[in-house]
């Protein structure tokens, strides 16, 4: 059974699991690493949660406010060893209630054409394609998500 833990950006699992994702996002995003990688760094994260399978850390993910009614969801990743599982789905669910708890009315979200698993996740979950937002706006390889909570 997938445990939920919410936590900070200080979380050693947490930790662990974003050094996986972004060393995975190095290889996928090529030479536009270094341009997705400037914002996605933790100090303006405050809301963290990672899953647990058995005891061991197997996802995670974040929200920060962009906006007074609207969380941005960040560093969500689950290991390869371990999708499949119902994983991200149950991540980005307890992401969206603990956004909603907080009094936001909406999740935003970029992901990258070259993560169509990302892509298909977050459509099975109600996310729709939106036009690009903030840094993401001339961003050709990035696709954007929105939800209503």
């Not at 993910?61 to 009614?69: H, L, N, Q, R």
């Amino acid at each position: 059974m997938i445990q939920i833990q919410r936590t900070s950006t200080e979380n050693a699992d947490f930790l662990a699991l974003v050094k996986e994702l972004d060393a995975e996002l190095a290889i996928r995003d090529g030479d536009e690493h270094d341009f997705y990688d400037q914002f996605n760094k933790l100090h303006n994260i405050k809301y963290v949660v990672v899953a647990y399978l058995d005891g061991v850390a197997v996802g995670c993910g974040a929200i920060k406010e962009y906006s007074p009614d609207t969380m941005e969801v960040k560093r969500m990743f689950v290991p390869l060893s371990q999708r499949g599982k119902g994983i991200a789905t149950a991540v980005l669910q307890a992401l969206e209630t603990w956004a909603k708890e907080l009094g936001y009315a909406k999740c935003i979200l970029e992901t990258g054409i070259r993560q169509p698993e990302a892509i298909s996740l977050y459509k099975k979950n109600q996310y729709r394609i939106t036009a690009n937002y903030g840094q993401y706006k001339d961003a050709v390889g990035s696709v954007c998500f929105e939800k209503l909570l």
